[in-house]
Each structure stands twice: as C-alpha cells, then as structure tokens.
C-alpha cells in the first residue's frame, strides 16, 4: 500500500506504508546511526517526533525485547530507507513490521532518505505528515503542519510512582525526566541503590530521602517548557549533594542557574558524535539525541565552566560548576548499543560521591 510523506516547506515523498495504518503529524528529525534501532525506537526522547534512519536497511537483526530502554517505543512514526521483512539473528524475537503495528506506530519505507535528511539539514527540522490517503489536500496538510508543537512530553514519558533498584552501596536518586533504562543499570551496575522519581516530584522529598547522589536524566521535547521542573531543580542545585546530570538534565540544570538554551537547526541524534573533554584534551565517540542546547556565551564562570565541547560544530557538550560537587553532560555515556567510550562518566560520579 502507498504511503506519503508531506514536509510543511511542500516537499512530498512517495513510498510504502509500513506499521499502524493511522496517519500522524510529527516533527521530522533524522538519526545517523548504523545499529540501535530499537533503542532509538524506545528512547522517550522521542517523544512527539517522527525518525528518520538514515542508514539504508533496517531491521534486519530483528527486535530483542530485552534491548529495549524503556517499557515501549515512542516515536509518532518512522522512516526509513528500506525494511527488513525477514530478520535473521538467534536473539531476534519479532519483526520490526509487526513490533510498529503492535505500538500503533506508522511509517513509510522506500522514499529516499539521503535526499531527504539533505534538506532537513540545508532547511532545519520541520513537522511532517505521514498519510496512506492518496486524496490529500496539500495545503490543508501544510495549515495542520504548521500549528503542530509538541507538549507535555516530559509528563508523557516520565515513571508515574517510585521505583527502587536495590544496591549494595551509594544511593542514588534518579529524576526520570525521560530516562533510558540503561542510565539506572549503569549506576545499579556499579553497586548504586537507584530510586526512580517521577519527573514532577518536589525537591524536598529527593533531599529528604538523603541521597548520597543525584541523577538528572535525559528526556524529551524543550527543555523552557519545565518551568516548575526547573524550580526543584534549583533546590537540588543549593544544596551540597552531588549531582550528575544527561542530556535534558543538563539543559534544565543550566536554566536553573541562569543559563539560556535555544533549539538547534537539526540537532545531534546518532552514535558518531566527536566531544572533547577540554580539562584532559581527550576526544570521545558518543551517543547523541537532542535537538536543544546550552548558550555558553554569557555563561558567569562563578556559575559554571564549559567541560565538554562538540568537535564537529563548537555546540557545547557539558558544564562544569564552580564550586558544587556538580558536572552535567549533553551526550549519553550510558549508550547502548553504544559508543562506550564516556562510561567512565559514571565511575567519575561514584568517585564524587566517595569524596563527599
């Protein structure tokens, strides 16, 4: 069956219907990289946007429910280049057809995805439609798109009650803004006693519980629509308790102390990202998954100093703050399928707890 896909700039793509037969409108964003499609599928970064994979084959190595990093996938929709039908893997427990059908997830396969991300870069991200409906009326298509913004997805995404990974050392308290699951098992990995706090909840009962560490994890969507997030995470800031924070905790941190963010052309999402670590000189692979970033231009160095920059385009890649057992990150040291190459982030973590 056909499938379209309709860009709000009035680009429309011909191709196979894959998944949900629903159609769906969703910010277009596109991720490089070559394996990992299912922790793509189930990263709640996702949320209220559309992937496109730009390797050429998908699915292929079938899905592995036990690589998922959350409880379901959650992108509106997927786009690729071409679909692997019959996947062939000893782990391999489903299809990624059926896996999109099952999760109400449409798609399209066949369109030319090269040509396709070109002009999510050379134009930046945009909304799109993905529809079966050969009678589209393109300009009412392009009216929806542009009124489209996604919201509330911190909340959408985020563990509804407290969850406790019991460890034999340091406790950990995780806010779970959006968090993969593989943030949690890298600390529980480590020894670390992880409590899970829904996204919402007040920095009082996180300190009150005496934590000897504070995870801010990863999540979707604009990091300035967390207004009242943000206000907790200031009083976890005064506090004197180390803090280690991913991605979205990162930008939330920064906003909390005065920094500002702003959204990026077409953001970092892949597992190729070159960051340097500007205290050791070291240059790392990482995983990336964001489409927002912290302005380091008026940064006061009383607050914090940049720690990590990206090697392709100068963005900034983490803070360090002065004075506070506190270092955040914009990249993903947890990744899985990987690069592992920042996962000594974690072992740092541990040591600051150690010393505090």
């Not at 599928?41 to 990093?69: F, K």
């Not at 439609?129 to 300009?139: C, F, K, P, Q, V």
């Not at 706090?197 to 801010?216: C, F, H, Q, R, S």
Request: proline share 5%.
């Amino acid at each position: 069956m056909k499938a379209f896909l309709i860009l709000e700039d009035g680009h429309v793509f011909t191709g196979t219907a894959i998944g949900a037969d629903k159609e769906v409108i969703s910010e277009i964003v596109f991720n490089t990289s070559m394996t990992g499609y299912l922790e793509v599928l189930t990263d709640p970064s996702y949320a209220g946007q559309a992937v496109v994979m730009t390797y050429p084959l998908i699915g292929n190595y079938g899905i592995c429910y036990e690589d998922m990093e959350s409880k379901k996938p959650w992108p509106d929709g997927y786009i690729v280049r071409e679909l692997s039908r019959i996947p062939s893997n000893f782990r391999s427990e489903d299809t990624i057809q059926h896996f999109l059908e099952q999760n109400d997830i449409p798609g399209i396969a066949g369109i030319d995805t090269r040509a396709l991300t070109k002009i999510l870069r050379e134009k930046g991200t945009m909304n799109g439609m993905i529809t079966r409906n050969e009678n589209y009326d393109l300009d009412e298509a392009i009216r929806r798109m542009k009124q489209y913004t996604p919201t509330g997805v911190v909340m959408k995404t985020t563990c509804k009650e407290k969850l406790i990974l019991p460890g034999e050392g340091y406790k950990v308290a995780l806010m779970d803004l959006g968090a993969k699951r593989n943030i949690a098992k890298s600390l529980n990995d480590r020894g670390c006693e992880v409590t899970i706090y829904p996204a919402d909840t007040k920095a009082e009962e996180i300190i009150a519980a005496n934590p000897d560490g504070i995870m801010l994890s990863n999540g979707p969507g604009d990091p300035k629509e967390c207004t009242e997030i943000i206000q907790e995470i200031k009083k976890l800031y005064e506090t004197d308790i180390p803090i280690f924070a991913i991605c979205l905790g990162h930008q939330l941190m920064a906003l909390a102390n005065g920094c500002d963010t702003h959204k990026m052309k077409y953001g970092h999402r892949g597992g190729n990202h070159p960051v340097k670590d500007l205290k050791t000189g070291k240059v790392y692979i990482s995983s990336q998954n964001h489409g927002y970033v912290v302005d380091t231009d008026g940064l006061d160095p009383e607050i914090a100093v940049p720690a990590f920059v990206n090697v392709n385009d100068g963005t900034n890649e983490g803070l360090a703050y002065t004075g506070k057992n506190i270092f955040t990150v914009q990249f993903h040291p947890e990744a899985c399928p990987g690069p592992q190459d920042s996962a000594y982030l974690f072992d740092r973590f541990i040591q600051m707890m150690e010393e505090k």
